[in-house]
T-cell receptor, first 115, second 114 residues
Framework: QKEVEQNSGPLSVPEGAIASLNCTYSDRGSQSFFWYRQYSGKSPELIMFIYSNGDKEDGRFTAQLNKASQYVSLLIRDSQPSDSATYLCAVNSRARAQAGTALIFGKGTTLSVSS | ETGVTQTPRHLVMGMTNKKSLKCEQHLGHNAMYWYKQSAKKPLELMFVYSLEERVENNSVPSRFSPECPNSSHLFLHLHTLQPEDSALYLC?????????????FGEGSWLTVV
């Protein structure tokens, strides 16, 4: 089983709709969860991180975490064409972080928002 | 500005050449990373340095040789590469405590091996 799994997409949504991006992870010791956005030809940039079960909102973005189901999602409200990118899910644990080891990334989901 | 600077941004090298990629972080972090990103593949972690000590080496071929002289600088020395090594090489840095595990990427170095 892969450590972090994402549907590669593409996920296509019309402008103004809600885009829902999903991610599952295998390590139950994972404690921190991240969403990165990567535009074509660019490096990943951090959008949000979440530690606790439930929802975390930041502007049009909402991250949702369910540790029991080992599931994390990202909702993008009022999707804009500028949101078209690949969204990477990544997970870590405190043990890995304190050891200086790195995030494990999923393959990413490509989102396309049409105007 | 990302706080993590990579040079060169683009590099074309022959299979017999020796070149180096450089990374510098201005964020006061004490862990640095090299990732490789090939087309249609997930980010592959290559090397991790924590407090200038290599803590992870994910079965990377010896033609890639990292160097971390201090917590702000990281190099990736390249020699006798293969065309399949052509990819985007991303440097990143992090502080291990808060937010736990968050890493910040440089803009990457596009490498083409001919």
């Amino acid at each position: 089983q892969k450590e972090v799994e994402q549907n590669s997409g593409p996920l296509s949504v019309p402008e103004g709709a809600i885009a829902s991006l999903n991610c599952t992870y295998s390590d139950r010791g994972s404690q921190s969860f991240f969403w990165y956005r990567q535009y074509s030809g660019k490096s990943p940039e951090l959008i949000m991180f979440i530690y606790s079960n439930g929802d975390k909102e930041d502007g049009r973005f909402t991250a949702q975490l369910n540790k029991a189901s080992q599931y994390v999602s990202l909702l993008i409200r009022d999707s804009q064409p500028s949101d078209s990118a690949t969204y990477l899910c990544a997970v870590n644990s405190r043990a890995r972080a304190q050891a200086g080891t790195a995030l494990i990334f999923g393959k990413g989901t490509t989102l396309s928002v049409s105007s | 500005e990302t706080g993590v600077t990579q040079t060169p941004r683009h590099l074309v090298m022959g299979m017999t050449n020796k070149k180096s990629l450089k990374c510098e972080q201005h964020l006061g972090h004490n862990a640095m990373y090299w990732y490789k990103q090939s087309a249609k593949k997930p980010l592959e972690l290559m090397f991790v340095y924590s407090l200038e000590e290599r803590v992870e080496n994910n079965s990377v071929p010896s033609r890639f040789s990292p160097e971390c002289p201090n917590s702000s600088h990281l190099f990736l020395h390249l020699h006798t590469l293969q065309p399949e090594d052509s990819a985007l090489y991303l440097c990143a840095s992090s502080h291990p405590l808060y937010p736990v595990g968050t890493i910040y990427f440089g803009e990457g170095s596009w490498l083409t091996v001919v």
